[in-house]
């Protein structure tokens, strides 16, 4: 079995949801550039050319990949699924929420990229859909877990917003896991674990485009 070895540095994990994800910090360098991302995989002792990423739109567009689609960006979609135990499936975020999904009976794994107009748009709903239909996957079979984003701390709104998902704002603030959650939880999917790291406020470990604007992301993967 592939395990991480021992990093030098920090990385973000939830051993009670898998010991197969993590999320990088601002100290690996910017997920985004291939060269760096090649070289902490390597640094991790996995396989970068088994990794499969997406290529983000804030869209609810859902990709099923096998074998093949092993080192690619899919095109036009934020939430990726297989059944192949070999893939690597990746996430790029600055706030937005990274959401992994995986069956515990047929090891069928999920991950989304879920902002504000994703998560709006069915997102979760249609991978949960998704994994469902392809690959016969049952709630109660499925945990989840909501990756490092920014929290409701930092997350301030304007009042559409508690129209778009029909929830009261206090103090303007969002709380985008508990809006996740909710969505889970009505398609019976109840084993769920939620990161309590702000990429926002802990801006010194993470990168935060509401913080700064920055380009640079650090990357969520399951393996």
């Known amino acids: 079995m592939t395990v991480i ?23 690996h360098g910017n997920m985004k550039d291939a060269a760096v991302r090649a070289a902490f995989f390597s640094l991790a002792g996995l396989d970068h050319n088994k990794l499969v990423l997406a290529n983000q739109v804030h869209g609810n567009n859902v990709k099923t990949v096998v074998s093949s689609d092993a080192g690619s960006i899919i095109d036009d979609c934020d939430a990726l699924v297989t059944e192949d135990k070999k893939l690597s499936l990746g ?9 992994f999904i995986i069956c515990e009976k047929s090891g069928v794994k999920a991950a989304i990229h879920a902002g504000w107009r994703g998560l709006a748009s069915g997102i979760i709903e249609k991978t949960i859909l998704v994994m469902r239909q392809n690959f016969n996957t049952e709630p109660e079979n499925l945990k989840a877990y909501i990756a490092p984003h920014i929290r409701e701390c930092c997350y301030e709104v304007n009042n559409e917003m508690s129209d778009i998902f029909k929830t009261p ?55």
């Open 91 to 99: 996430i790029f975020t600055a706030d937005c929420m990274p959401v």
């Open 169 to 223: 704002l206090v103090n303007n603030r969002l709380c985008l896991s508990e809006i996740a959650v909710n969505k889970m939880k009505k398609t019976g999917l109840r084993n769920i674990f939620i990161s309590r790291h702000c990429t926002c406020c802990q801006n010194d470990l993470f990168f935060s485009y509401r913080k700064d604007k920055t380009h640079e992301r650090q990357i969520s993967v399951i393996f």
């Open 5 to 27: 070895v021992k990093m030098k540095t920090k990385i973000i994990s939830e051993p009670k949801f898998s010991d197969k994800c993590f999320t990088t910090v601002k100290e």
